[in-house]
Nanobody, 114 residues
């Protein structure tokens, strides 16, 4: 299994970014997936999840700003991030939304300037 995240970059506060994660080697429809982030000096945290059935969930800190979606045929999980804040600055990763994870990919860096 390989998880390749992309789409990060530098954006001003209030801006938007769309992250994508390609999950190679698995049938995405078989797994609950999530987007995680790790800010400098902090633990990795789950920010958005999408179940096998497409039910979504969000951390309070990103609710109403971030939208997770997936395309099973393209094996991609996406994260639309709007109204970005400096505190959203982190490396973003996708993985299973489960106690059992796939090997972590490299992630994609999102930097939000004030």
């Amino acid at each position: 299994v390989q998880l390749q995240a992309s789409g990060g970059g530098l954006v001003q506060a209030g801006g938007s970014l769309r992250l994508s994660c390609v999950a190679s080697g698995i049938a995405l429809s078989n797994y609950d997936m999530g987007w995680y982030r790790q800010a400098p000096g902090k633990q990795r945290e789950l920010v958005a999840g999408i179940s096998r059935a497409g039910v979504t969930s969000y951390a309070d800190s990103v609710k109403d700003r971030f939208t997770i979606s997936k395309d099973n045929a393209k094996k991609t999980v996406n994260l639309q991030m709007n109204s970005l804040k400096p505190e959203d600055t982190a490396v973003y990763y996708c993985n299973r939304n489960s106690a059992v994870k796939f090997m972590w990919g490299q992630g994609t860096l999102v930097t939000v300037s004030s």
